[in-house]
């Protein structure tokens, strides 16, 4: 790999990685933060803060993985270091 596609795979890895730890720290402090302003309203009967901090979480991060996933291999595949090349 040359050395300029090198720096722009390491460019978009860097992003990415940026861009997912900053969702990962808003899901997991920032809603917990709000979680007395988001009781206020209800899902199928439970408040929304209590819902997040339990459940919606969790399933925000597993998507946060594949989203993640799927771009990374997108990148690898645009700099031609994609693992089946």
């Not at 209800?42 to 993985?65: D, T």
Request: glycine share 6%; net charge negative; proline share 1%.
């Amino acid at each position: 790999m040359s050395k300029d596609m090198n720096e722009l795979h390491w460019k978009k890895t860097s992003s990415l990685m940026i861009v997912m730890m900053v969702l990962w720290a808003i899901f997991s402090f920032g809603i917990h933060l709000f979680v007395n302003q988001l009781n206020a309203i209800k899902i199928a009967g439970f408040p929304l803060g209590f819902y997040m901090a339990a459940q919606g979480s969790l399933i925000i991060f597993v998507a946060m993985l594949f989203w993640f996933a799927k771009a990374q291999d997108k990148i690898d595949r645009e700099c031609g270091v994609a693992e089946d090349e």
